[in-house]
């Protein structure tokens, strides 16, 4: 890494222009299995207490459900709370559906996905190296947000959010040959040389595996009802200076994803981002249920003439490595075209 090059971003009021081939998409059911969660991270307007009324599991039907409004997409995206069952309460609520572990329900639910057509991509925090073999021939990729490798207040009641842990768990991945996202959130306390060691220690992580196919760049956003309500965003400026410096510290073939619901993105594609994540045409994004997701018709608009192509839930790379299973093989041949995007 180039220390200098890295300064003169930070400081600088032009930054260095870059103009992908393509920029990429996917198109993804959302499903949040469940909003309970045993962190307590200050930023968060997901989680609800067990005891709230907003608090919820859903059953298989509700999958069901939720599976069958699909029209387009290639993808099933699981997102959780962390590690529920360590609330005594959530824990009677799965016994209910018969299960003991989330990791053994996901796995359920995911089997749901690819008989209805659907790949799965889950996030379920940590998790550890045997729940993650368990999990993976039925998941095309996987991901875990590191979100920063400093340790700050706002996540002094987040046990799952130890750095050490979660970097522990992408390795774990990488081991594996688990396909995989990650990222960081920018704007939560941690310093410019917090960002920078953070995208250092993923560089790292993906040059001993290989297996990191993208990083997410998530700008914190205030909610309501939060400890960190009140508290400002990151500038535009600064998101625009960390993709940056992740284009310059990431080797090529890791993807930098910018979410189009959050921020404008052609311009943090000319910073060097090459991905705009999953959209959801039938399902809201229920982490950021204020930011509606673009249409494909606005994305290409977004985009001014760059040209826009949709991939599925694991990258063109991973694909051609062969890094899939049996279970899903069939699904992936039927939606990727020769070069691994998706086919028309
Ligand atoms: S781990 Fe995720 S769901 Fe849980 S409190 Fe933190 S941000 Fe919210």
């Not at 039938?282 to 997701?293: K, R, V």
């Amino acid at each position: 890494m180039d220390r200098k090059l890295i300064k003169d971003i930070i400081h600088s009021k032009k930054l260095p222009t870059n103009i992908p081939d393509c920029v990429t998409f996917s198109r993804n059911i959302f499903i949040p299995v469940t909003n309970v969660c045993r962190n307590r991270c200050q930023y968060c307007g997901f989680r609800q207490p067990i005891d709230a009324g907003e608090a919820y599991l859903l059953s298989k039907e509700d999958v069901k459900g939720i599976l069958g409004k699909n029209k387009s997409a290639t993808e099933a995206l699981f997102t959780f709370g962390e590690r529920p069952e360590e609330i005594p309460k959530f824990k009677e609520w799965l016994g209910d559906l018969g299960y003991s572990k989330m990791v053994d329900y996901l796995v359920d639910l995911s089997k749901m996905a690819i008989d209805s057509g659907l790949l799965p991509h889950s996030n379920m925090g940590l998790l550890s190296y045997d729940e993650l073999e368990l999990l993976k021939p039925l998941n095309a990729s996987m991901g875990l947000m590191l979100e920063t490798t400093a340790t700050l207040s706002i996540h002094e009641r987040s046990p799952g959010k130890d750095p050490k842990k979660r970097i522990q768990t992408i390795c774990d991945a990488g081991k594996l040959n688990i396909p995989f996202t990650t990222g960081i959130l920018i704007g939560i306390g941690e310093s410019w040389e917090d960002r920078i060691d953070s995208l250092l220690k993923i560089g790292d992580l993906h040059v001993r595996y290989g297996h990191i196919q993208e990083i997410i760049i998530q700008p914190f956003t205030p909610k309501p009802g939060t400890k960190m309500s009140e508290c400002p965003p990151p500038s535009f400026d600064d998101i625009k200076k960390t993709v940056a410096i992740a284009h310059e510290i990431l080797p090529k073939e890791v993807h930098i994803q910018v979410p189009p619901n959050l921020t404008s993105p052609y311009e943090l594609v000319l910073c060097g981002a090459s991905d705009l994540g999953g959209v959801s045409e039938q399902t809201i994004d229920y982490i950021n249920p204020e930011s509606e997701w673009p249409s494909q018709r606005k994305l290409m608009e977004m985009m001014q003439g760059i040209n826009l192509k949709e991939r599925l839930p694991i990258y063109p790379l991973f694909i051609k490595k062969g890094w899939y299973s049996d279970e899903i093989s069939n699904l992936i041949r039927k939606y990727s075209d020769k070069k691994g995007f998706r086919k028309n």
